[in-house]
Nanobody
Framework: QVQLAESGGGLVQPGGSLRLSCAAS????????MGWYRQAPGKQRELVAT???????SYADSVKGRFTISRDNAKNTVYLQMNSLQPEDTAVYYC???????????????WGQGTQVTVSS
């Protein structure tokens, strides 16, 4: 069994910052890519940022220069530092990881339960 546990969401004023964390636990052999997605009310889930096991990163155009994704492989944890938050960043943020549970297995997608981020004055 593998679980992803997110934390760090909340209410913040425009221009503020938040840091999301997502820790993977359970039967894990290795973790490939990790990432953050978000889903605003009435919209489809969208990719925010990803990071490979080698720490290569990519970002949605809407968050470039404001958000930073990082990971701590020793802790099986991925982070999302969000600065200069705007009301349009309001959404439920989901953690994703491609996890291999054994050396012989393919990687499978796992998702966290989501954490609410609300940007409002």
């Amino acid at each position: 069994q593998v679980q992803l546990a997110e934390s760090g969401g909340g209410l913040v004023q425009p221009g503020g910052s938040l840091r999301l964390s997502c820790a993977a636990s359970g039967s894990i052999f290795s973790i490939n890519a990790m990432g953050w997605y978000r889903q605003a009310p009435g919209k489809q889930r969208e990719l925010v940022a990803t990071i490979t096991s080698g720490a290569s990163t990519s970002y949605a155009d809407s968050v470039k220069g404001r958000f930073t994704i990082s990971r701590d492989n020793a802790k099986n944890t991925v982070y999302l530092q969000m600065n200069s938050l705007q009301p349009e960043d309001t959404a439920v943020y989901y953690c994703n990881a491609v996890i291999r549970r054994a050396a012989w297995s393919r990687g499978n997608d796992y998702w966290g339960q989501g954490t609410q981020v609300t940007v409002s004055s």
